[in-house]
Structure formats: C-alpha cells, structure tokens
C-alpha cells in the first residue's frame, strides 16, 4: 500500500493548533545542557512522546546526560536512524523580547506567527515536528514507509561528548540502517533551501600560559606593571606563540602540514560548484554577518570556496590581566586563549593537537601549554547522488523546492560519528520550514505560512515526504 | 629658636590614642576617586583639617575633582610644597578581612597593631600622621620650622588628570619653594630605610582593533567561529600587530627610536649602584612577587640595573571574544588591549605615542586605533646630593636609620609636574614606618612599634625631623 500523502497533509493542517501546542510544551520543558538545567526532565518527556508514538526505547545512561534510544518497528523494509539532540544553550543573553521559557507566540515580520524560544529551531521545533509527522501518518491509519531508530542525544551543545561511547555500544544496531536523518528547517529567509552535504570537523581547545607553569613571570597573581622591567610577561610570551601561528594577515595557517591533508575540493565538490554559483548570493550573507569584505575582499564562488573547503584555526576568545573601565597597571601572571580547527576531508581530527605542540615546540615555545576542551568530531561528507540524498531532494522537487546544493556547512556536528568508520552511513539534513538565531537572543521558528518561508504545516509536510521516499528509495 | 624636637616627641607619645582616632576618622570617609565615591566630601574633611591647623586656603576646582590648596605661614625663611593626594582606589576586591572602610586596628604579625583599610598607606595614613606631627609642634608652643604649602590631589588614582592645570595656574607661587616633599613611610617589611630619589614617566594607551574601523571582519557583533574561513579575524590581526613589537621573548622593544633618548644610568645613578649593590636583596623581592626568576635570569645588581633604567611597553590586559567557561565557537568583532610604556630619563613621553603609531604603520598596521587613556607623567629625578634630600638621607641618620638610595622607583607619580620645567623643584618622598598591599586586599599601616618597623610615633617623628632639617638645609 503506497502512503496516501493528501490524507496525511489534511490532517496536519486540521490538527495544527494541536501541534503548535506540542512545540509549546517541548520549548517550555528547560534542557539547558551547559547549566544542567532541567535535563533530565526533557529526556524523560522525550521518551515519552517516543513511547506514545509506539516505539519501544528507553534512556540510555553515559557519563553525562542520557540518550533517548528508541526503535520504531513499522515492519518496513528499510530502516533510517534519526538523529535529534534535546538539549539547548543556556537563555542568560540580554535582548530578549520575551521570556525564553514561555513558549511564546508571535508575530515575527515577514514571517507572520513564530514561536520564539530558546530552542525553538535549535532543534526542539524541528524535534516535535518530526514526531507530529509521524503520528500524523498513523493517525489516517497507514504505515510509516521505514523503521526508525531515534537517537535524541542530551549533549550536543556540549559537543556530544559521550555520543562516542552510545555510538560504539551500538554499532551493530545503527549498521542495519540505510541512512541518518537530521530533521532540520531548510529554507533561508527568502525560502530558499539550502542542503547541505556534510559538516567540517573541529577541535577545541585553550592555550595557556602561567608564570608557575612556565618558571618565568609572576607564578600567583598579577604584580604592579613597572616589575615589566624585570620580570618576564606570560601575555607577551602568548603574543609572540600565537603571531607564528599564521601569516601577518591572521588567515593562512603556517603550522607545518596543517594543510598536507587537505583533499577539498573533491571531484564531487567541483560538480555541485556551477550550478550553487548561480543561485549563491554573497552579499545577503554579509549583509546578515554584517561584514563588508570576505578574506581577499574574495567574491561569489571564490569566497564561498572558502567558506566550504578552507581549513580554519579560529580565536574565540583571549583573556589576560585587567580589562575593566579606566586603568590599572598590572603585569597579568597568566593568559588564556580559546581556539579551534575545523577541519576539511581528509583531515584527520587526531593529528591535529600533535601539530600544534610540535609547532609551538619548534618554535621554542615549550611552555605553552595546550588544554583540549573537546575532543570535537570529524569532518562528514555525503554524495548528492546517495540514494538517501537524493530522495530528499526528490521531496523539496516534489514540494515545489529546488534546493541549493552546498558540499558542506562549515560549521560542525558529530555527523562523523554516523557517516564515517565504522557506521559508514549516509547522513541527510532536510525538512522546510525557517528558523533563525540559535545561541542568540530570540531566537525563532516560523508557525504560520503567510511570509516568503514555509512554517510549521510545510516542515511536517517535508518530513512526510522524506520518508515515504525513503521508504522507496534505492538499496 | 631651634625646635626643640624631644618635647614634640614626648607630645606625640602622649597623644598616640588621638593620633590613632584621626587617622581611623579619615580612612572610613570614603574617597574612591575610580567610583566618585565620597570624593568631596573628603576634600571638605582634608580642608577642614588644613584650616584647623593654620592654613588659609581652600578647594581649587578643576574640571576633575578638586584639589585642596592651603599655604601655612610658619614665618620661616624657607618654603616646602606638600604634596599629598586624598583619594583611594576601590575598595571591591574579594579577600578583605576587615571592613576597608571601617578603620579597623588589628594585630597583623609581625608588626604587632596595625590599620587594616583602604587608604592605609596609600596615603591617608602619611597625610594624617603628617598633619598630626605638625599640630604636635605647634601643641608644644613651637613654629614650624618652614612655611608649608598644601597640594593636596583628589585624582592621583586616576592618573592626575588636572593636576598639570592646577600647577600651570599657581606655576609663581610653586617656584617659591625649595622643594616638594611627599611623606611616605620608606621603611620595608624588615625596617629598613628606602629611599627613592625618582620615578619612571608612563603612558597608557588601549590599541583596539573592530571590523567596523578596520573594515573587514565582522562590524556588530561576533558572528559563528565557523565563518573564520571567509571572514577576517580582528584579533588575529592584533596578534600580529603586537607582536612585531617585541622580539620573541617579549622583553626587547622593537619600536623605532623606543630607546633613543634613554640615557640611564647616568653619572650619579653609577656611584649610587655600588653602595645599593651591598644591601638590595633580590630573593626577597622574588618571594614578595612571586617571581621564580628574573628576565634573563639576572640576579643582584644586573637586575636591579633593569628595574632601574629599562624603558618598558607591558601588556596590562587583552579581551576579545568569549573567555567563559566551557566552549563557544565565536569570530568576535573586535579586541582591545591596555599597554603603558614606562619613561626614563631622558624619554619624552610626547614621542612615545608618535612612535608607536608610526611603528604601526610601517608595518601595515594603520587600521589599529591607539586611544591614549592618560596622557601619563613624566619621569622624575633628584640628585641625592640636593640640599632637600640630604636633609632628609640626615633626618633618617639622626633616627638611627642608614637609608638604601635608590636612583628611581620602577613606578609612576605626578612629581614631574613639580620637578621638571618650568618648576624645576626637588622632589623627596621621606618617612619613617611601613604598610604595604596598596591597591589590594588588607591594605595595612603599622601602627605599633614592637616589630621590625617603625609605627605611627615613629612616621610622625620623622616628619618633624624632616622639616626641622628642611629649615636648616642650605638653599
């Protein structure tokens, strides 16, 4: 029996303020990972909108926070895995307009109705959408077209730190599927979507430097600024570690063999180029980061190449000795710097710390010493021409939607641990809809569907249409 | 008459407990001159005092706080400038074990009571025990030995701002003196006698760097770590920036011309080194810093030779970007970094910033802002062999102390205004007694003399020795 879609789409739309109310109370359930807020709580509630769908899981304990493990038996042929994360960041931002918790529904120009929530599109919407998918399909009394294992992790705002050690208990499991899906709003602000292929890797860590550590410079606290004359400085030391780091323009990496690895743009990579060239439009994305010029004042494809293909190592932050208002002279005991890498095919996440410490150490700069933060996840890449790719782009097709193809994002996921050794699978992000702001104030996801993207109906919609292709996709 | 000194000791000694209550009455007005906090009316208390003891004067306004401007006329011969300061800085770093602003006496081992509170020795504790060794003169029937003018500043903690206004407008009646005098207990934590005979000039600056003045990078807000790949870093470009302004171990000023006009040590710095060689005791000042080594492992006199006359450019503080805990991937817009340079004789300090700035420039660096935060002081210097620092370098000898004569003092003060052009006035700081932990925690005056130091009795007994000396040195 072929799934009836219209039947499913009617529902949705009948039963919308129903599901709007179900994203309501996922938003309103804290989960806030990096202050252990209310965690525990949301993977319970999580477990139990897996359980009322029918699937039959539990928590899975790590040694952080749980993950909801669950499958799903439609008796289908094929079987997906999704992968989802309930946790989110913290909501301690000031300028929000409303209150992060409350679920909140408003009009958000030229969107019309958004819920605006920590979460709200990082992932909680997509989360509860997906799950209102598919109970809507078994709500006209059909089949869902493929199996689905639920892995919903509590972590990935802290880097999924313990989804290695859930990965590799259940290899076996996660090996019997054809492919992850990541259900995820795809339309820009203009309601172009945009599919991105892969993810780069990262590696995050802080460089550090203390008097006691380095045997030179004040070992305990910071010292009145004169003593520069005749004690050694920790933040000069750091300068001068991190200037031989790039070149004078902060952007090429000059860490012997940084770039050896680097095998992007692949043969596939120059094939999805042409076409995204047409559709790329770089002075919206300035215009959003508000940034006049790219690296090189680069435009078009020779800047978006960057943005997907180059390797970065990237200064989040720098802090050492006084930086309140006014002045204090002091001579600071120690500096931290917090950085990471991100990493293109082929890199390889574990040469990278090793590169950095040999470099430092050629240098002369033994006594920097480096704390890695997270062990960070790899690069992931996936072919358009996969069978799980493209039978999501066959739905946008089918929905009305030519996506724009990007090889990759160049922000990370631990996509990795799915798509390469040993899992080997494909992983997909797809679904309509818009969101934006994630980590920032007021954050959103379009409900209503009278602005330039899709809301909550079109998202649920998309999600039935990816699985029934999934379900007729190829082996 | 000369001043019979023995009856204005036994008057201090005897009224040791109202001595104590006057200081503990001035350290809990509070004066945080960073915070405007009680600044004023401190002022009023400081006049007060001044009026109370003979002067006529009054509050001289500036387009900062006031400074408190009085001439006591003793009908002497010679003239002494007082200079003093009434403000303190904040009193909000954790580790108080006292109230800082309660006055509090408590034993501090091993120098038996002492007053533990903001200001205690920086420098309420100087100006009252100053003013108390005066009024025990007069209390004994006697003149003072000189004529006093009062130059008390309520903005030292600020960097001095008006005071260079104040002294351009009384320039005549400053020239009238013969020297300027700032009471300041000399004696280390072991009751040895230091003397310095100088300071070191100092500007201080923030470079600052933004997307939006550099006009490439991000120009509102941090924007997601990942977009290092196209977008450029300001603090990478920073990082680059200082560091072409040190060699490798971030001691040695690659500046142009940084150290041309430097001309220390000079002829009366040599023949003060050898005798300064034989009692400076380098461990005890590493155990006080907490300092393992010295630059370049230098010991004895090789390292107080850099203290002494090295020009420095130290790093106060750096921030950009995230510095909390955990991770976050961030392209942060901006970063600032707060610099001084250190002046000796003969640096200008109007050439520093020219310097640095051209020194930016050449090497591409004219999108980082300087933003000069103080215009800074200059550097002091008087000879030990004046007449007002002989009286003194006397004074301590007569109280049985033979002081260590330091050429300068690594750190900053206004004494340029008074000893340079057009005023050309020496500049001694005298006083017996100790307190230390300026601008810490527990800031403390010994006032008790059972331990290795001097205490309140002792301070103001070497001021009336000091300006019994003053009215008897040669001209």
């Known amino acids: 029996m072929p799934l009836d879609r219209g039947k499913v789409f009617a ?26 807020k209310g965690v525990r709580e949301c993977a319970n509630l999580i477990l139990q909108y897996l359980t009322d769908l029918g699937c039959k899981g539990g928590l899975e304990e790590t040694a952080g926070n749980p993950v909801v493990y669950a499958r ?38 030229p969107f019309g109705r958004c819920l605006v929530a920590r979460g709200a599109v990082n992932t909680k919407g997509e989360l509860r959408g997906f799950l209102n998918a598919c109970e809507s399909i078994k709500a006209t009394r059909q089949k869902l077209p493929v199996n689905l294992i639920f892995v919903v992790e509590g972590e990935e705002e802290l ?41 780069k890797g990262i590696v995050y860590f802080e460089l550090e430097l203390d008097g006691a550590t380095w045997g030179k410079g004040p070992k305990e606290f910071g010292i009145h600024g004169s003593n520069k004359a005749w004690v050694d400085s920790p933040a000069w030391r750091m300068i001068q570690a991190l200037s031989t780091m790039t070149g004078p323009d902060g952007n090429k990496v000059t860490i012997q063999d940084f770039y050896r690895h680097a095998q992007v743009p692949t043969k596939e990579d120059r094939e999805l180029l042409p076409k995204l060239e047409k559709t790329f439009n770089d002075a919206a994305v300035r215009e959003e980061m508000k940034v006049d010029r790219f690296i090189g004042d680069a435009h078009g494809i020779e ?119 040993p899992i080997n699978l494909p992983v997909v992000i797809g679904g309509l809809g ?42």
């Open 303 to 421: 800047a978006l190449k960057k943005y997907l293909f180059d390797p970065t190592l990237n200064i989040n932050g720098i802090v050492s000795g006084y930086t309140g208002p006014e002045t204090k002279t002091l001579l600071p005991h120690k500096i931290a710097v917090k950085m990471d890498v991100r990493l293109v095919p082929n890199m390889r996440k574990d040469d990278v710390m090793p590169m950095i410490r040999n470099h430092l150490d050629a240098y002369g700069f033994k006594d920097v010493q480096i704390r890695v933060v997270e062990s960070g996840y790899g690069w992931s890449r996936t072919s358009y021409q996969s069978p799980p790719a493209q039978a999501v782009i066959k739905s946008y097709k089918e929905l009305g939607k030519d996506p724009e193809l990007w090889p990759t994002i160049a922000g990370s996921a631990p996509f990795a641990l799915f798509n390469r050794k």
């Open 159 to 199: 880097g999924s730190r313990h989804l290695p050690e859930f990965v590799t208990k259940h290899e076996k499991e996660l090996q019997e599927a054809e492919a992850v899906l990541f259900p995820f709003c795809s339309e820009d602000r203009t309601g172009k979507v945009v599919m991105y292929l892969g993810v």
């Open 434 to 475: 818009h969101g934006a702001l994630q980590h920032s104030p007021n954050e959103y996801i379009v409900i209503d569907e009278k602005g330039p993207t899709g809301g909550l109906a079109s998202m649920e919609k998309s999600f039935v249409t990816i699985l029934d292709n999934f379900g007729k996709m190829a082996s």
């Open 72 to 109: 799903y038996d439609a008796g289908a042929e094929k079987t997906i895995v999704v992968y989802m994360m309930y946790d989110t960041m913290p909501v301690d931002e000031p300028g929000w307009r409303v209150d992060p918790l409350a679920g909140t529904l408003t009009d958000v120009p």
């Open 11 to 36: 529902h949705i739309d009948k039963n919308l303020p129903q599901h709007i109310a179900k994203l309501q109370e996922l938003v309103r359930q804290p989960s806030i990972s990096p202050e252990n």
